[in-house]
């Protein structure tokens, strides 16, 4: 149907694609700044005043000083390390809490359901749950960053949705078939799954990346830190510890050397920054659709 | 069913029960052990007697929590933080919904979309860490207001300015992610409704306002729920990472509190007390949100 455009109407298209462009701007702008920050040369970058719109001058020394500072290179392969191993724990753990609310006759199903939901409206806190961590050994060990999050409830409930709205038909025959619930949850139930499986993993995968307390509050053996907790002290604490092999790194016998650790700090920041985002800047325009679908099952009410 | 039924039952789906036994072992062992860990606050928690053996001091720990000095501030901040959010940050996503919906070039549209999603996946340390450069003396937004002709000022050291830094780097983090639920109730909506009102001439601003909104009110009134229900709990995590020995008037709320005198002054008791406080009064909001929606909207969560 073809209708004739008002004035009115005309003003407001102009005005809604203005503001949405300078909101899309504005969601934007903040990275490319660190990331021209990031490739400028520091001097510069000290003298400039106000945006950028590109970098000043062109290093990647700041690149080089990061992937030469032993903390970020073993936080970013720790961070590896917890985000594989935690997303599989995750994804197997949630399947199988999935699978078994999904099925019909489970005995004291309902009862399971009632227990896992009550733990979305009441915890016991931050304090008991640390006691409890502690008690179980896992202070200053991998593990504390990978059981205590096993599940995250609200992805079980997202995904008992999904795997519900399988036909019973499937799992009746191969039962026939004499197949046991192990062999349908892996063989028929999963592959039938694999976009609510992406979602998932995604989920988990983007908070493990992301996550920073429970290894801040549980580990002290920097050997063991996830990038972000580095990120941490460079950023938000300005731990000298995470800095210190600057000076070492920085030929210092050339000028005053309290300017050039200055001036390599600030580029570590941006650096850093650049280097801890990078993975999910990169990833981001090719699973972002699934992201969005994630959202869409989890609106619907199961 | 009869005790041997419940036998030849178990005894015939035994891996349905084998699949359920971890997820209900997590559960237990990771939320319902620290709800029972809460009763320290009742306690004089001493890590060598263990939860059990330490003496019961009754209400002690919350009294002197009611009585403290600190008291009204943390209640105040955490109230004006979340209030603030949601004043602010929960009609943003809805209106970014409906002027995405107005946008015609499909093209533009999406892009707006992806990019506004961006800051969501970005990590709250790096988030953190990009506020603080931003907003320090000698930083970008500074910049600005010298360029201006106003006075650089460091944000983040100015009890007044740490709400709205807080609020307002929330609504840049969740506005598009926020969206996404809203455009696929929109999408939802019966297309015919839309043909009729133009048939009957009704303008695209009364489309928008009697079609388009009273078709996303049961996704608002949900949403809404679940925010009034999570009044009283702003998380610590950005709050630490954000906060200072200058901001704390402003900055200081309960979760962060629980934080500090648990793990860094390892008052476990008292902080207990705290955090369980704050968990029952969350409970309570939380049903009586759903009480009264289900009242007067007939949407409820359960």
């Not at chain 2, 019961?56 to 002197?64: A, I, Q, R």
Request: proline share 4%; net charge positive.
């Amino acid at each position: 149907m073809v209708t004739k455009k008002t004035v009115g109407e005309r003003i407001f298209n102009c005005i809604n694609i203005t503001f949405l462009t300078i909101l899309a701007i504005a969601c934007l702008y903040p990275m490319l700044y660190v990331l021209f920050a990031s490739f400028s040369d520091p001097i510069e970058l000290m003298k400039h005043r106000g945006l950028m719109l590109r970098p000043l001058g062109f290093t990647i020394e700041g690149y080089k000083l990061v992937f030469k500072n032993p903390s970020i290179t073993t936080g970013y392969l720790n961070t590896l390390f917890y985000v594989t191993a935690g997303t599989a724990i995750n994804l197997f753990m949630t399947s199988l809490g999935a699978y078994v609310l999904s099925r019909k006759n489970v005995l004291w199903k309902n009862a399971i359901a009632f227990m896992i939901t009550i733990t979305m409206l009441f915890s016991g806190g931050l304090i008991p749950f640390y006691l409890l961590v502690k008690s179980l050994g896992m202070v200053n060990t991998r593990w504390a960053l990978i059981i205590p999050g096993a599940i995250s409830t609200y992805n079980l409930f997202v995904m008992r949705t999904s795997f519900a709205s399988i036909p019973d038909s499937l799992e009746e025959s191969a039962k026939i078939d004499g197949a046991n619930d192990f062999i349908i949850l892996f063989r028929i139930i999963l592959p039938l799954s694999k976009a609510v499986l992406a979602v998932m993993t995604l989920f988990y995968a983007v908070g493990h990346w992301n996550a920073w307390f429970n290894a801040m509050i549980f580990l002290r053996k920097r050997e063991l830190f996830p990038l972000q907790l580095i990120l941490r002290e460079i950023l938000i604490a300005n731990d000298m510890q995470s800095m210190s092999n600057l000076e070492g790194l920085v030929d210092v016998s050339v000028q005053a050397n309290a300017d050039i650790v200055y001036f390599a700090r600030l580029l570590v920041q941006y650096c850093t920054i650049i280097v801890a985002t990078l993975p999910i800047l990169f990833l981001y325009p090719f699973v972002q659709k699934y992201f969005v679908k994630g959202v869409m099952i989890g609106s619907l009410k199961g | 069913m009869t005790r041997a039924q419940i036998k030849t039952d178990i005894i015939r789906n035994k891996y349905i029960y084998i699949m359920a036994l971890p997820v209900i072992a997590y559960y237990i062992i990771f939320h319902y052990m620290p709800m029972y860990g809460a009763i320290i606050a009742f306690k004089e928690f001493n890590p060598a007697l263990g939860i059990i053996r330490s003496p019961w001091v009754g209400f002690k720990h919350f009294k002197s929590f009611f009585e403290g000095v600190y008291f009204w501030r943390l209640i105040r901040n955490t109230l004006l933080i979340s209030i603030y959010s949601l004043v602010w940050g929960f009609p943003a996503p809805i209106i970014l919904a409906l002027l995405l919906n107005e946008v015609k070039n499909n093209y533009f549209k999406r892009t707006v979309q992806t990019i506004s999603y961006l800051p969501h996946f970005i990590s709250l340390v790096v988030v953190c860490g990009i506020i603080k450069d931003f907003t320090s003396t000698d930083g970008v937004i500074n910049d600005i207001i010298e360029l201006l002709g106003g006075e650089r000022t460091n944000f983040l050291m100015k009890p007044e300015w740490f709400r709205p830094i807080y609020v307002g780097s929330g609504i840049w983090q969740e506005v598009g992610w926020g969206s996404i639920i809203y455009l696929a109730a929109i999408t939802n909506i019966d297309p015919e409704l839309y043909e009729a009102a133009t048939i009957d001439g009704a303008s695209r601003w009364k489309q928008t306002w009697h079609i388009t909104l009273p078709g996303i009110v049961p996704t608002i009134v949900i949403l809404l729920i679940l925010r009034l229900g999570g009044l009283m709990s702003v998380g610590f995590e950005k709050i630490i990472l954000l906060y200072n020995s200058a901001t704390m008037e402003t900055a200081d709320v309960i979760s962060s509190y629980v934080y500090r005198r648990g793990l860094l002054d390892f008052d476990y008791s008292f902080s207990a007390a705290v955090g369980l406080f704050n968990s029952v009064i969350n409970l309570i909001l939380i049903t009586s949100a759903n009480k009264l929606s289900r009242k007067i909207s007939e949407t409820s969560l359960w």
